[in-house]
């Protein structure tokens, strides 16, 4: 069985650096044509497609945040880990990490973890 | 940049036919993949690239793309169908989302 799981501090000060890990079973980092993925979601609000990085170590981020975001993986402990800096209270949000599956979905995000919550406050 | 667009919301009477709408244009040359967000719970794929639902999720989900409109279509609606629903493509390497469509099941 296929899982993901984040794990993170609930609450973070204005201009700190947020780090979230996303530890997965089920599957590897390693494994070919699989990548993983952070979205975050906003109370009330759309979700928001953050970074991804994939088997082979390609990595992408969202335009507008890629200065403070940094994405890495350790496959021995099969984490995924999204470092976000210099937090403000709009970055309160649900993170979630997902899984993209390019041969099965087609690059669909076929799993993903319950979420966590992050609030932004002083 | 390339930009989805969603109904804020649509409705349906018990039993009948749902149909959520996603924009884009061209959309039909991407895959679009359609994701179900029930209230307070993570979203889950409900149908990929197009028209293809992923093991569990019932027939009456379908899905199709074509010309500047994709569109999730939810036959025999249920209860359990109220939901916000979410399309989303891939955009060369970064990865889109509409802004999302609260279906109320009447």
């Known amino acids: 069985q296929v899982t993901l799981k984040e794990s993170g501090p609930v609450l973070v000060k204005p201009t700190e650096t947020l780090t979230l890990t996303c530890t997965v079973s089920g599957f590897s980092l390693n494994k070919p044509r699989m990548g993983v993925t952070w979205i975050r979601q906003p109370p009330g609000k759309a979700l928001e497609w953050l970074a991804h990085?994939?088997?082979?170590?390609?990595?992408s981020y969202n335009t507008s945040l890629k200065t403070r975001l940094t994405i890495s993986k350790d496959t021995s402990k099969s984490q995924v880990v999204l470092v976000m800096t210099n937090v403000d209270p709009v970055d309160t949000a649900t993170y979630y990490c997902?899984?993209?599956?390019?041969?099965?979905?087609?690059?669909?995000?076929?799993?993903w973890g319950q979420g966590t919550s992050v609030t932004v406050s002083s | 940049s390339y930009e989805l667009t969603q109904p804020f919301s649509v409705s349906v009477a018990l039993g009948q036919t749902a149909r959520i709408t996603c924009g884009g244009n061209n959309i039909e040359s991407k895959n679009v993949h359609w994701y179900q967000q029930r209230p307070g719970q993570a979203p889950v794929l409900i149908m990929y690239?197009?028209?293809n639902r992923p093991s569990g999720i019932p027939e009456r989900f379908s899905g199709s793309n074509s010309g500047h409109t994709a569109t999730l279509t939810i036959s025999r609606a249920q209860a359990g169908d109220e939901a916000d629903y979410f399309c989303q493509v891939w955009d060369y390497t970064t990865v889109l989302f509409g802004g999302g469509t609260k279906l109320t099941v009447l």
């Open positions: 690239r197009n028209a």
């Open positions: 990085i994939f088997a082979n170590d390609d990595e």
């Open positions: 997902a899984r993209i599956n390019i041969m099965g979905t087609n690059y669909g995000m076929d799993v």
